[in-house]
């Protein structure tokens, strides 16, 4: 476990320089690359011409997630960021679907050293001769991508952290196909489209938005453990002298050997003085903290 200390405090005021050794990257390129890719993500792929880069999701045809991630344009190609773990589902599903498209994909992880930067002067401390997205402010949060090894101080969960203090998530695998982006609060971020089209996924995600089906959203909770927390985990609400299932830890950053932060898909009416536990860990206790966003 990774005892976080003040640092993610100190960086509003200095640099944290992370390790995001949990990230890899997927490429597309070739001539159909921007309507293929405008067929299979929630993000409208067309915002590329304005933006950076775009915050979106990856869905099968039933509306649940592959993968989520940050995705931009490089040379002649299109990269995504997004957790190693949940990469390959979304490279088998878009080769699926590729064969139709004058399209290349490939996993290009191993040729890109991948870092996060964090701090009011973090822009200052960005190593030259890189590609850096601003995926975030106050503090201000870049990611780094090199084709050389990139100096860092801190391991990934600093970085996590952060995610999980902005309730911004990143799939894992073992939430891969679970979720409908709604559920993890995707279009909060601008990561889903509802005026572009047809994608693959979209039918149930439309439904859901002008339906008013939604019952479930992503929040973050806090508090004591008897034992680490893992993304795919169970927690569990108290209904009187009984607990029942509640839902699904999404991410989570062990600060302390009896400390937890983390993500997790919720009742979205969950009523805040709920108490929650982790399943499995009678011991343990989590408070549910406001949303620093409204749902959309």
Known sequence: MV??????????????????????????????????????LTCDVRKLDQEDWLYGAHCDPTGKAFSNFWLFRHDNAALFVMHKSALEGSLTQLKKYGVFSKVDIQDVSEDWHIAGFIGNKAKQALPTDSMTLHVGQQPDQFIV????????????????????????????????????????????????????????????????????????????LSGNVAQAVEPG???????????????????????????????????????????????????????????PYQLG
Request: net charge negative.
């Open 145 to 220: 991508l090199s084709r050389q090894a990139v100096s860092t101080d801190y391991p990934q969960p600093f970085w996590d952290a952060l995610e999980i203090e902005r309730v911004r998530p990143q799939l894992t695998v073992e939430n891969s196909q679970a979720f409908v982006p709604q559920m993890l609060n995707i279009q909060a971020w601008d990561g889903v489209s509802f005026d572009k089209g047809c994608y693959i996924g979209q039918e149930t995600i439309a439904r859901m938005k002008y339906l008013g089906k939604q019952k479930r959203a992503l929040f973050r």
């Open 233 to 291: 985990q169970q927690l569990e609400k108290a209904i009187g002298e009984n607990w029942r299932r509640a839902g699904t830890v999404i991410m989570a950053v062990n600060r302390t050997d009896t400390q937890t932060d983390l993500l997790a898909v919720l009742p979205s009416d969950i009523d805040a003085d709920t108490a929650i536990r982790v399943q499995g860990d009678d011991a343990s206790l989590l408070e549910i903290h406001s949303l």
């Open 3 to 40: 005892e976080l200390k003040q640092a993610l405090m100190d960086s509003n005021e200095d640099c944290l320089s992370v390790q995001l050794a949990d990230y890899g990257i997927l490429s597309v390129s070739g001539e159909d690359t921007d309507s293929f890719l405008q067929g299979q």
